[in-house]
């Protein structure tokens, strides 16, 4: 019993003195802030706790290593041949990215492979020497190797290999922040290209290279410049129909919209009245007939003259009546569409001689007028083409052409517009109808993408903030 406890108590003996070295060799590493000072504090340190002859560090460069420092030595040749023997035996523990003891205990010797160890041993080294690998990230990126003549234990082997895990991440930092801003630039790119072109991360690796040709083709790239407004459909074949006489109307036959024929009826006015005032005047004519008359018979020349002239204002007067009794129908003047007249705002409404009740046009001649913001008017030019689509058959575009642009602004919804024509290419179509409206993209040119995205943003802070530089013509 008291033999097992002092097993025990030696056994955490060990484990104390192990995680003492391995503290107090992290402490002093913290305190250095440069590579080299740290790789001569690390190898004269272990060189002191295990008391051996000498300690290399050697770290990995460019698929070789190369010494970086050595305890107790502060300037060596790296053409020596010990010291190339030194890291051919590192390269052989680097190779196999284990621990490698020489000579080797007896239960290790069959799957370590230690011949350059044996020779750099018979030549220029001590009786006996471990090389320990030290991983960055399950890598391996350096080798301590130790030398003295007496035998390694097992413990003192599994102390140096947790010192190693502990120092490693101190050392490979410092090694990093050590190398000029030129290397350490070229390794940052190059752990990124590694990233980027290695087999890890596919999916990822595709949408970046995807975005990466997106961007560079925002930046790089060309696109039809469109200028974006609304259009109506226009026609200069218009007749106004107005009211003939004052009156009330008393039926309507067509509203906005309808097609209507040449001479075809498109309401009508309450005669009533005039029938009235027509028989009023018929006996009238009668009455001055009669009296016309008997001024002659009787021989009055002054009496029959009045009759005369009385009877005479009358058949006038009639023949106004019968006039107006004849424009109470009001009709089409020509074939076209019904663009303005309400059914509902029309019928039993007192109307006044000359008010437009009617305004008709004609299948022919159409145009488009585009309204055009005053930020892009300065874009538009005469012969610019582009597209325009209708609200009522969105699915279809109709090329267009620009022929006249207004030299005058008018406002509408708080905005300075320009009224722009624009001829229709083709065939006009047998549903078009005056007054229809859609969109229109008028092509400017092509400009680069990044600019079409970015310049209204651009002409914002231009137009606000004057101190920013902008192009001027």
């Known amino acids: 019993m008291t033999s097992s406890n002092e097993q025990e108590l030696i056994l955490l003996k060990h484990r104390i003195e192990l995680f003492e070295k391995t503290l107090s060799l992290n402490v002093l590493l913290n305190e250095v802030d440069r590579f080299q000072a740290a790789v001569m504090t690390l190898c004269n340190e272990i060189a002191s706790k295990f008391q051996t002859s000498r300690v290399s560090l050697g770290w990995l460069e460019k698929k070789y290593i190369r010494i970086q420092g050595m305890s107790h030595v502060e300037h060596f040749e790296p053409k020596m041949g010990a010291v190339q023997a030194l890291e051919t035996a590192m390269e052989e523990t680097l190779d196999q990215n284990e621990e490698i003891v020489f000579p080797a205990p007896f239960d290790n010797q069959w799957h370590a492979i230690i011949k350059a160890h044996e020779r750099y041993v018979r030549q220029f080294g001590a009786a006996y020497i471990v090389s320990i690998p030290l991983r960055v990230n399950e890598n391996p990126v350096a080798i301590l190797t130790?030398?003295?003549?007496?035998?390694?234990?097992?413990?003192?082997?599994?102390?140096?290999?947790?010192?190693?895990?502990?120092?490693?991440?101190?050392?490979?930092?410092?090694?990093?922040?050590?190398?000029?801003?030129?290397?350490?630039?070229a390794s940052w790119c190059r752990n990124k290209l590694s990233v980027v072109f290695g087999i890890e991360h596919t999916f990822a690796k595709?949408?970046?290279?995807?975005?990466?040709?997106?961007?560079?083709?925002?930046?790089?790239?060309?696109?039809?410049?469109?200028?974006?407004?609304?259009?109506?459909?226009?026609?200069?074949?218009?007749?106004?129909?107005?009211?003939?006489?004052?009156?009330y109307?008393?039926?309507?036959?067509?509203?906005?919209?309808?097609?209507?024929?040449?001479?075809?009826?498109?309401?009508?006015?309450?005669?009533?009245?005039?029938?009235?005032?027509?028989?009023?005047?018929?006996?009238?004519?009668?009455?001055?007939?009669?009296?016309?008359?008997?001024?002659?018979s009787q021989d009055y020349l002054a009496d029959m003259r009045i009759a005369q002239a009385r009877l005479e204002r009358s058949k006038i007067e009639l023949k106004r009546i019968l006039y107006l009794l004849d424009q109470a129908q009001v009709r089409a003047p020509f074939e076209g569409i019904v663009v303005q007249g309400e059914r509902q705002k029309l019928l039993s409404a007192p109307v006044r001689e000359g008010d437009i009740l009617y305004k008709i046009a004609q299948l022919k001649?159409?145009?488009?007028?585009?309204?055009?913001?005053?930020?892009?008017?300065?874009?538009i030019e005469?012969?610019?083409?582009?597209?325009?689509?209708?609200?009522?058959?969105?699915?279809?575009?109709?090329?267009?052409?620009?022929?006249?642009?207004?030299?005058?602004?008018?406002?509408?919804?708080?905005?300075?517009?320009?009224?722009?024509?624009?001829s229709l290419q083709g065939v006009p179509q047998k549903w078009w109808r005056a007054g229809m409206s859609g969109v229109g993209k008028i092509d400017i040119g092509h400009r680069r993408i990044i600019w079409i995205f970015t310049h209204r943003t651009l002409d914002y802070f231009y137009l606000h903030y004057w101190w920013i530089p902008s192009n001027e013509s």
């Not at 696109?223 to 009211?243: F, G, N, S, W």
């Not at 309450?270 to 006996?283: F, S, W």
């Open 365 to 379: 001649n159409y145009y488009i007028q585009f309204d055009i913001e005053e930020q892009d008017i300065h874009e």
């Open 146 to 185: 130790c030398e003295r003549a007496t035998l390694f234990s097992s413990d003192e082997v599994r102390c140096l290999r947790m010192i190693c895990d502990q120092v490693i991440r101190r050392l490979f930092d410092l090694k990093q922040s050590d190398r000029w801003f030129g290397a350490r630039f």
């Open 206 to 247: 595709m949408i970046t290279l995807l975005f990466i040709v997106l961007i560079s083709y925002v930046f790089i790239g060309y696109h039809m410049y469109r200028i974006k407004a609304p259009c109506i459909l226009k026609t200069d074949e218009l007749a106004y129909v107005q009211a003939p006489f004052n009156g």
């Open 382 to 422: 005469i012969g610019h083409s582009g597209k325009i689509s209708f609200i009522s058959r969105p699915d279809l575009k109709f090329p267009v052409q620009i022929t006249q642009i207004s030299n005058i602004a008018q406002v509408k919804d708080k905005k300075n517009i320009f009224e722009v024509k624009a």
């Open 249 to 296: 109307i008393s039926n309507v036959e067509s509203q906005i919209g309808d097609f209507v024929q040449k001479g075809e009826l498109l309401l009508e006015l309450d005669t009533r009245d005039l029938h009235l005032k027509e028989a009023e005047i018929i006996a009238d004519i009668h009455q001055f007939t009669r009296a016309e008359e008997k001024a002659r």
